[in-house]
């Protein structure tokens, strides 16, 4: 009798996950060859086919329906196994996670010395992007965790509440109504500057605006927070901004900040996982995140990160 082993089951799990031999194969480090030769493997220790290789598509027959959550259980028990047997040490190698650019901007350095202090073997890989195309990554199986805004209601993912940011209206002194308290109207009559079409921050904000009722009669777009702050200290409109973050800006005339009433609600960020994960790393990840998160800081030195 031939046995099956750990791997093969894991290159079918990936397989069957991701929907090809490629993109198993990247997500394991691995070469095609060495994927394609597990399940092959794996078919004659079980004596049967496990996917069906006549369709355009990667799909599976019924033994491989049948047996795909068992593969899901084992990876898990074997993860579990290995984190109680070696403690932090059972975690290694690259863990892929995804941030907005105000996380990227405040607390992300932080998050990474975190984590390496935690499990030395394990690599951060952060992107940073904007939140819907973190999830989407998400629920491609492209990433293990999003720290972001809005994820959505769904069995899909598990989303653990982490701080808010405030947000304050901003503009260089001179700029927009002449007094630092205004109606949301008046500052519709300047332009605003906000982010892209797939920002959090951005859409959150303008639909809050207008559920309120209120219509922006020009708005510049830009995708990068720093990029936004600058065109606002030039002079050239109205923005959104962490008041915590852009502190120094204020204090040294930089910019100034417009109250409103009502102000901008507080914008809560979430730290997405997974909820079929079965490694659970992503999950202790998710964890640190939490303890990590703080919209205050302006980074931690590179020289730290790198010790790390």
């Known amino acids: 009798m031939v046995s099956l082993t750990l791997k093969q089951v894991e290159a079918f799990y990936w397989i069957a996950e991701l929907g090809g031999v490629v993109d198993a194969a990247e997500r394991l480090n691995l070469a095609q060859s060495t994927i394609s030769k597990r399940i092959a493997e794996l078919e004659a220790a079980i004596g049967s086919t496990l996917f069906d290789r006549n369709s355009r598509t990667i799909s599976l027959t019924r033994s491989g329906e049948n047996l795909i959550e068992l593969a899901a259980e084992l990876l898990e028990l074997e993860a579990r196994m290995r984190q109680v047997a070696a403690g932090p040490l059972a975690f290694s190698g690259a863990f892929r996670f995804g941030v907005t650019e105000l996380v990227a901007l405040t607390w992300l350095p932080k998050l990474i010395v975190a984590m390496k202090e935690a499990y030395p073997a394990v690599i951060p890989e952060p992107e940073v992007e904007s939140s819907v195309v973190l999830l989407d990554k998400l629920a491609d199986r492209r990433l293990d965790l999003v720290i972001g805004l809005d994820p959505p209601a769904n069995a899909d993912f598990n989303a653990l509440p982490l701080d808010s940011a405030t947000l304050q209206w901003m503009s260089a002194p001179g700029v927009g109504p002449k007094a630092d308290e205004a109606t949301l109207d008046e500052i519709a009559r300047y332009p605003i500057l906000t982010q892209g079409e797939g920002s959090g921050l951005q859409k ?58 009502p102000a901008i609600p507080q914008i809560r960020y979430f730290a997405v996982t997974r909820a079929d994960a079965v490694d659970p790393l992503a999950g202790q990840i998710a964890r640190i995140a939490r303890e990590c998160c703080d919209f205050s800081l302006r980074g931690l030195s590179a020289r730290r990160v790198r010790q790390a």
Do not use: M, P
Request: positive net charge; charged residues 15%; glycine residues 8%.
């Open 204 to 261: 959150l904000v303008l639909d809050w605006l207008g559920a309120s009722g209120i219509k922006l009669n020009r708005v510049v777009k830009c995708n990068s927070l720093s990029v936004l702050s600058a065109l606002a200290v030039a002079g050239l409109g109205i923005t959104f901004l962490t008041e915590q973050y852009f502190r120094h800006e204020i204090e040294i005339g930089l910019l100034r900040t417009i109250r409103t009433s």
